[in-house]
């Protein structure tokens, strides 16, 4: 695959002949990493799209709730579906059918904390097992006609920190990239991210290594860069209610101008991809991140939450626009 120098930037780097052109990456997370949202965070800069993590067994079940997780749309690409499970033949056999759908690269997760998940060995439960981890990779990897990745943490706790090991049991069995949240199971999302341990992965890998962990603010992105050497920057709390981070701007540089038309627009994706009243519930969430810590939030806030149709919705924000070019 040749760049197209002409028309596309030059690429950051590469995952297997996918080109990736840019260094900032939306991490995928449940129940935000949706494809409306996706979508926003890739026109702004994301410089590749990961699907929220869809189960093994549900997909193999053909569970429609889980495919629907992994509808895309073209823009996105490059595109990474990402499963988890514990069962390599059933990984495997996932992974195959999902394939068919034509996804860029398949990313498996080893990162999830929750104890639903991470206590029935997938997801981080993985890391307990290397040699496990390089037999699904070899498997994937010889069976499966586009690139295989992994997320990880730095292990399941202080006392076994082995990503050492996990490294070099996915690249030696074919992974062709490796993100890295700098936390273990244990410490979930406290404590501070190991950017030290990002840069020793780096310093031993021979594949991609993109770093997670304590990115807050656009300033942050630099300076793990800086730190660890990695080659792109996944970003996930942060980007919520906050999707201009890729386009290089903290929230608070963001008018509530620019504020309410991005929540016209994500919600307009919301309804068109869930429907009116799933599209509605789902949106609520977004939309208190999206106007946090501005003048007038609290008394908007409720309101929005507490509307119970779309066309209130829209007068509240039609309302707050109005005030917002009065003042002006």
Same mark, same amino acid.
């Given at each position: 695959?040749?760049?197209?120098?002409?028309?596309?930037?030059?690429? !950051?780097?590469?995952?297997?002949?996918?080109?990736?052109?840019?260094?900032?990456?939306?991490?995928?997370?449940?129940?935000?990493? /949706?494809?409306?949202?996706?979508?926003?965070?890739?026109?702004?800069? +994301?410089?590749?799209?990961?699907?929220?993590? !869809?189960?093994?067994?549900?997909? &193999?079940?053909? *569970?429609?709730?889980?495919?629907?997780?992994?509808?895309?749309?073209?823009?996105?690409?490059?595109?990474?579906?990402? &499963?988890?499970?514990?069962?390599?033949?059933?990984?495997?056999?996932?992974?195959?059918?999902?394939?068919?759908?034509?996804?860029?690269?398949?990313?498996?997760?080893?990162?999830?904390?929750?104890?639903?998940?991470?206590?029935?060995?997938?997801?981080?439960?993985?890391?307990?097992?290397?040699?496990?981890?390089?037999?699904?990779?070899?498997?994937?990897?010889?069976?499966?006609?586009?690139?295989?990745?992994?997320?990880?943490?730095?292990?399941?706790?202080?006392? +076994?920190?082995?990503?050492?090991?996990?490294?070099?049991?996915?690249?030696?069995?074919?992974?062709?990239?490796?993100?890295?949240?700098?936390?273990?199971? !244990?410490?979930?999302?406290?404590?501070?991210?190991?950017?030290?341990?990002?840069?020793? &992965?780096?310093?031993?890998? /021979?594949?991609?290594?993109?770093? *997670?962990? /304590? !990115?807050?603010?656009?300033?942050?992105?630099?300076?793990?860069?800086?730190?660890?050497?990695? /080659?792109?920057?996944?970003?996930?709390?942060?980007?919520?209610?906050?999707?201009?981070?890729?386009?290089?701007? *903290?929230?608070?540089?963001?008018?509530?101008?620019?504020?309410?038309?991005?929540?016209?627009?994500?919600?307009?994706?919301?309804?068109?991809?869930?429907?009116?009243?799933?599209?509605?519930?789902?949106?609520?969430?977004?939309?208190?991140?999206? &106007?946090?810590?501005?003048?007038?939030?609290?008394?908007?806030?409720?309101?929005?939450?507490?509307?119970?149709?779309?066309?209130?919705?829209?007068?509240?924000?039609?309302?707050?626009?109005?005030?917002?070019?009065?003042?002006?």
């Amino acid at each position: 695959m040749q760049d197209d120098k002409s028309q596309k930037p030059a690429a !950051v780097f590469h995952v297997g002949d996918i080109a990736v052109r840019g260094d900032t990456i939306l991490a995928p997370m449940a129940g935000y990493s /949706d494809q409306p949202y996706r979508s926003i965070c890739r026109k702004l800069g +994301s410089a590749m799209s990961y699907t929220e993590f !869809v189960s093994a067994d549900a997909l &193999i079940r053909g *569970n429609k709730k889980s495919l629907k997780l992994l509808r895309y749309l073209p823009e996105e690409r490059p595109l990474v579906f990402q &499963i988890f499970g514990s069962d390599p033949q059933v990984i495997l056999e996932a992974a195959k059918r999902i394939a068919e759908l034509e996804p860029d690269i398949i990313d498996l997760n080893m990162g999830c904390s929750v104890p639903k998940v991470s206590g029935r060995g997938a997801g981080a439960g993985l890391l307990r097992d290397p040699a496990k981890i390089g037999r699904i990779f070899n498997m994937l990897s010889r069976e499966l006609p586009l690139p295989v990745t992994g997320k990880i943490r730095l292990g399941w706790d202080d006392a +076994s920190r082995n990503y050492r090991e996990v490294v070099r049991a996915m690249q030696e069995n074919g992974a062709r990239l490796v993100a890295v949240h700098g936390r273990t199971k !244990v410490q979930a999302y406290k404590g501070q991210a190991d950017w030290d341990a990002i840069a020793e &992965i780096k310093s031993i890998a /021979d594949i991609p290594v993109i770093g *997670n962990g /304590d !990115v807050t603010c656009v300033a942050d992105i630099r300076r793990m860069k800086e730190h660890t050497g990695c /080659d792109a920057v996944m970003i996930a709390r942060a980007a919520i209610g906050n999707p201009w981070i890729f386009a290089g701007k *903290n929230a608070g540089e963001v008018t509530l101008a620019e504020k309410l038309v991005m929540v016209r627009r994500h919600l307009s994706a919301n309804l068109e991809f869930y429907g009116t009243e799933l599209g509605l519930i789902l949106f609520r969430k977004h939309v208190s991140k999206y &106007i946090h810590s501005i003048a007038g939030a609290r008394e908007l806030r409720t309101r929005l939450l507490t509307a119970e149709t779309v066309e209130a919705f829209e007068q509240l924000v039609s309302e707050a626009e109005s005030r917002i070019a009065r003042a002006a």
